[in-house]
């Protein structure tokens, strides 16, 4: 009786790594899968509004997995592009989402209830979008009054005067109180 050593129990190759039983290998790309998240679906072409860009995952999906997904992706640490409403969430200065976008839609009426303020919605990804006073881009300014939202500041609000050459510093106001009492000087600029 022969016996083949190639046959027999004994003798296996051994096991292949998980490596060489595949020719691709996956690897997650965390800014990949932020850049979907925050991706307007369907994409916007023009928004008249804060709320008419309010498409993407981030701003549907359950809260909670938003945050989960942004701080697993150490979004505070490396400023993920995110909208200002997601950053102070994650630091616990908002109680919700929900409170960031009524305070996108107040600034929104407020401003869009005066004469010559325009909602402006290209922005940076994931972000709100910003609103400038066009009556303010005279002369030789090339850049007009903007008016835009972040969590750099408890106010929300700051303001950007219009100008000629780089940009002045921004003027931190607090809130739609503060941005109502400043209109008047803003609009003035």
């Known amino acids: 009786m022969v016996h083949s050593t190639e ?3 004994e003798r296996r190759d051994p096991p292949r790594s998980r490596r060489d039983q595949t020719d691709v290998l996956l690897e997650p790309v965390p800014r990949l899968e932020w850049s979907l998240a925050t991706e307007a679906h369907p994409v916007v072409a023009e928004a008249a509004a804060p709320a008419s860009l309010r498409r993407s995952w981030i701003h549907t999906a359950a809260e909670q997995k938003v945050l989960d997904l942004y701080r697993k992706l150490h979004g505070s640490a490396s400023r ?3 909208p200002w409403w997601l950053r ?3 630091r616990g200065e908002l109680s919700s989402r929900a409170e960031g976008f009524a305070f996108e839609d ?3 009426r407020l401003l869009t209830s005066r004469d010559g303020w325009v909602f402006v919605p290209w922005a940076g990804t994931g972000e709100t979008g910003y609103w400038e006073y066009a009556p303010s881009e005279r002369g030789t300014r090339h850049a007009p009054t903007t008016v835009a939202l972040t969590d750099d500041h408890p106010g929300w609000v700051e303001v950007v005067a219009a100008h000629t050459d780089g940009p002045p510093p921004p003027l931190p106001l ?8 400043a209109l008047p000087v803003v609009e003035s600029w």
């Open 7 to 9: 046959c027999s129990p």
């Open 80 to 82: 993920l592009p995110a």
């Open 88 to 90: 102070a969430l994650d």
């Open 106 to 108: 107040d600034v929104h």
């Open 174 to 181: 607090s809130g739609t109180g503060g941005l109502l009492a």
